[in-house]
């Protein structure tokens, strides 16, 4: 059958179809549109949006996609040649064992943030029972943590309140009820509950003001300013939240390389009863604060 429908700026009709064709035509555009990696690019979207898998095309069966689909498919080309990020394409994305919903309200969680998120699982031993998610955007930190240790109680906040409407629809999609939404700046909206709480993660704003401008251009143009910019030297959100941390939590942070030795030196400061913890990522960068009760270290 021929819908007579086509993918948009190609002259393919799709319906019944051999979806090599199709792969290739798109693999150019993108190739000439300077987008990185298309192939990989085109593998996932066909995956993603139209559930075809990579041998389907290599294999070049025969296929059939609706005028839906092909709608769809037209759309989603058009928003990735305009440079938008695969993820808010697709529209989902799975953070360790989730899938959240994303869009341009939140930033798409990073593996980095996966590695955080299992430090304190593992720290944890599964038994701690008050936790806290600063800034949690797409709801991605929290909600793996409640759900993984099920008997905790995780509060995850963010200053920004279309981002807690989608991290609070990414609990109801999980069905994870043991996580509470709360809106304002650093531990302000946990004032009441911070006795109880045991650890705090955050995986804030950290890239310096000036360097947000040599960002790619799925970052800088699609994913919330207030997500990424830590002010001029990075270190904003950092210089606060130490102000208003309570004695005696654990705390895990995300950090950029760069802004490790500024953190150590505010430590060394400012919070004399804090042991301070800096850890690599996977590709070698110092990207984890870890930060314990000077008095549980030394015991
Ligand atoms: N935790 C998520 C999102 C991180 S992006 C993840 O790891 O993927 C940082 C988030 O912090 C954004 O959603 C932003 O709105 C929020 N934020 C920025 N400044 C904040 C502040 N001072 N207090 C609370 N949240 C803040």
């Not at 989902?92 to 955080?116: A, Q, S």
């Not at 070698?284 to 549980?296: E, H």
Request: aromatic share 8%.
């Amino acid at each position: 059958m021929d819908t007579g429908k086509s993918v948009r700026g190609s002259k393919k009709d799709i319906g019944h179809m051999k979806p090599l064709e199709l792969f290739k035509e798109l693999e150019k555009k993108f190739r000439e549109a300077g987008i990185e990696s298309p192939r990989s690019l085109l593998f996932h979207l066909f995956r993603d949006l139209l559930e075809i898998p990579e041998n389907k095309i290599l294999l070049n069966e025969e296929i059939y996609i609706s005028p839906t689909e092909s709608e769809k498919l037209a759309s989603a080309v058009e928003r990735l040649l305009a440079g938008e990020p695969l993820d808010y394409v697709i529209g989902w994305k799975k953070f360790l064992n989730i899938y959240l919903k994303v869009d341009r309200r939140v930033l798409i969680p990073r593996p980095e943030t996966e590695e955080l998120v299992e430090k304190v699982i593992k720290d944890c031993h599964k038994k701690c029972c008050f936790f806290a998610d600063i800034g949690t955007g797409s709801g991605a930190i929290a909600l793996v943590i409640a759900k993984t240790v099920p008997d905790s109680i995780v509060y995850a906040t963010d200053v920004s309140k279309e981002a807690l409407e989608l991290a609070i629809e990414n609990a109801r999609i999980n069905g994870i009820k043991n996580v509470r939404f709360l809106w304002g700046e650093y531990l302000l909206p946990i004032q009441a509950m911070l006795d109880k709480i045991e650890v705090i993660i955050s995986n804030p704003p950290y890239i310096k003001s000036n360097l947000i401008s040599n960002l790619e251009i799925q970052v800088r143009k699609y994913e919330p300013l207030v997500a990424l910019d830590g002010g001029s030297d990075g270190m904003d959100f950092y210089r606060e939240f130490l102000k208003q941390l309570p004695s005696g939590k654990k705390v895990y942070l995300e950090i950029a390389d760069y802004t490790a030795e500024s953190l150590e030196e505010l430590v060394k400061q400012h919070r004399k009863d804090y042991h301070l913890c800096i850890e690599r990522d996977m590709y070698g960068f110092r990207r984890y604060a870890i930060l314990t009760p000077v008095a549980l270290v030394s015991r």
